[in-house]
T-cell receptor, first 112, second 114 residues
Framework: NAGVTQTPKFRILKIGQSMTLQCTQD?????MYWYRQDPGMGLKLIYY???????DKGEVPNGYNVSRSTTEDFPLRLELAAPSQTSVYFC???????????FGQGTRLTVV | QQQVKQSPQSLIVQKGGISIINCAYE??????FPWYQQFPGKGPALLIA?????SEKKEGRFTISFNKSAKQFSLHIMDSQPGDSATYFC?????????????FGRGTQLTVWP
C-alpha cells in the first residue's frame, strides 16, 4: 500500500524557473493538502482540496498554483521560483471528514 | 497569526523521564486535536488525537490531556526512550467551511538522552 507518493524527493531550481511537484494518493481520499515546512515555523498550508475539481487557498498561497482533476492527483505548480520558496514541501491526504491526514515523504526544494 | 501556539520549541529529557509538550488555541470552532511525530527526512505521522468532549486519551506511553475551558491541550510521553527523539507537532482541525483543514503548531524538537 503506497499511501501518499511525492516526486521528486529533491530539486534545485534557478530563480525564475518553473516546476511541478507531483502528489498521488491511492487511499481514495477526498481531502488533499499541500504544506510547506520551514525550520522552527511548523507546517504552513499552501492549498487544499476537498474533492476533484475543488481547490482553495491556505495560509501561504502566493507564488503557487494547484489543480485537482482526479481524486488521486494533486500537483503543485511553482511558476516563477524565488529564493523564498526554498523549503520542504509535504503533500497530505485525509479520508472521510479529513480527520486523519497521511503525509508523503516530502520534496526538498532549493531555489538559487 | 498563529492559530495554535506550541511550547517549548525544544526539550531535552533523560531516558525514563516524562516529556511534556503544551499547546494552546483561540478558535472555539476547532473540533479535533491531533499530535504528529516527525523523524528527520520523513513526513509527519499521526501519533494520537483527541476530541474536545474528552479530557484525556491514553495510548501506550502517550497521553493527551485536554482542557476545554482553558483552550489548552498537552502531550505527555511517559518513560521517554531515545527512539522517541523526534519533532512533535500539535494541530487543530476546524469544522464548517474549513472542514478538513489542519492548523499546526510550530513544533517541539524532543531529544531523549540514553
Amino acid at each position: 500500500n503506497a499511501g501518499v507518493t511525492q516526486t521528486p524527493k529533491f530539486r534545485i531550481l534557478k530563480i525564475g524557473q518553473s516546476m511541478t511537484l507531483q502528489c498521488t494518493q491511492d487511499m481514495n481520499h477526498n481531502y488533499m493538502y499541500w504544506y510547506r515546512q520551514d525550520p522552527g515555523m511548523g507546517l504552513k498550508l499552501i492549498y487544499y482540496s476537498v474533492g476533484a475539481g475543488i481547490t482553495d487557498k491556505g495560509e501561504v498561497p502566493n507564488g503557487y498554483n494547484v489543480s485537482r482533476s482526479t481524486t488521486e492527483d494533486f500537483p503543485l505548480r511553482l511558476e516563477l521560483a524565488a529564493p523564498s520558496q526554498t523549503s520542504v514541501y509535504f503533500c497530505a491526504s485525509g479520508g472521510g471528514r479529513g480527520t486523519e491526514a497521511f503525509f508523503g515523504q516530502g520534496t526538498r526544494l532549493t531555489v538559487v | 497569526q498563529q492559530q495554535v501556539k506550541q511550547s517549548p520549541q525544544s526539550l531535552i529529557v533523560q531516558k525514563g523521564g516524562i516529556s511534556i509538550i503544551n499547546c494552546a488555541y483561540e478558535n472555539t470552532a476547532f473540533d479535533y486535536f491531533p499530535w504528529y511525530q516527525q523523524f528527520p527526512g520523513k513526513g509527519p505521522a499521526l501519533l494520537i488525537a483527541i476530541r474536545p468532549d474528552v479530557s484525556e486519551k491514553k495510548e501506550g506511553r502517550f497521553t493527551i490531556s485536554f482542557n476545554k475551558s482553558a483552550k489548552q491541550f498537552s502531550l505527555h510521553i511517559m518513560d521517554s526512550q531515545p527512539g522517541d527523539s523526534a519533532t512533535y507537532f500539535c494541530a487543530a482541525k476546524g469544522r464548517g467551511s474549513t472542514l478538513g483543514r489542519l492548523y499546526f503548531g510550530r513544533g517541539t524538537q524532543l531529544t531523549v538522552w540514553p
